[in-house]
Antibody, heavy 118, light 111 residues
Framework: QVQLQESGPGLVKPSQTLSLTCTVS??????????WSWIRQHPGKGLEWIGY???????YYNPSLKSRVTISVDTSKNQFSLKLSSVTAADTAVYYC??????????WGQGTLVTVSS | QSVLTQPPSASGTPGQRVTISCSGS????????VNWYQQLPGTAPKLLIY???QRPSGVPDRFSGSKSGTSASLAISGLQSEDEADYYC????????????FGGGTKLTVL
């Protein structure tokens, strides 16, 4: 059973960089065949896909966030990470990491709330 | 404003059949498959329906999905109290170099 767990600071100051890590267990990122995504959910709102990475390091980002997003992978630790720069209060959200194959997100982390505030 | 349009709420009584709609366009639902996710209060979304009408292992057959043109629907028959949750549709969108897009979510209340 694949499990994903997000970790990182729950509070980030405006204009700083949000950094989160997703640790994968029960399966290897480097085995291929799956993409590893970040998705966020603003309080009381819907879901917004941020971007994904493949084990090779290939990335693909939501065009609306592309200028501020960097996703990286560390296959030795079976982890992938999100960096979102120049954050504002509008980036306050629950951030989820998730696995997907060609057409759907089949495993999700439990999510972590990140609040942007001074 | 979500790319896929869902009604914000739906409701039904135990045992009833409820449907939730999801409207998109030719660049998303019209050309790609639709997935549905169930989000119980305080939890992460869970894959409920994939490839328009397929159920992952463990999902009861009370849940079914369909797609026609640029719209999709989720149907829940034999409604149960534990079905009270938020439901989201999702699809890949081919516009603007591509992106996953979601509906705004439908809160299902079991009366």
């Amino acid at each position: 059973q694949v499990q994903l767990q997000e970790s990182g600071p729950g509070l980030v100051k405006p204009s700083q960089t949000l950094s989160l890590t997703c640790t994968v267990s029960g399966g290897s990122i480097s085995s291929g065949g799956y993409y590893w995504s970040w998705i966020r959910q603003h309080p009381g709102k819907g879901l917004e896909w941020i971007g994904y990475i493949y084990y090779s390091g290939s990335t693909y980002y939501n065009p609306s966030l592309k200028s501020r997003v960097t996703i990286s992978v560390d296959t030795s630790k079976n982890q992938f990470s999100l960096k979102l720069s120049s954050v504002t209060a509008a980036d306050t959200a629950v951030y989820y990491c998730a696995r997907h194959g060609a057409e759907n997100f089949d495993y999700w982390g439990q999510g972590t709330l990140v609040t942007v505030s001074s | 404003q979500s790319v896929l349009t869902q009604p914000p709420s739906a409701s039904g009584t135990p045992g009833q059949r409820v449907t939730i709609s999801c409207s998109g366009s030719s660049s998303n639902i019209g050309s790609n498959t639709v997935n549905w996710y169930q989000q119980l209060p305080g939890t992460a979304p869970k894959l409920l329906i994939y490839s328009n009408n397929q159920r992952p292992s463990g999902v009861p057959d009370r849940f079914s999905g369909s797609k026609s043109g640029t719209s999709a629907s989720l149907a829940i028959s034999g409604l149960q109290s534990e079905d009270e949750a938020d439901y989201y549709c999702a699809a890949w969108d081919d516009s603007l170099n591509g992106s996953w897009v979601f509906g705004g979510g439908t809160k299902l209340t079991v009366l």
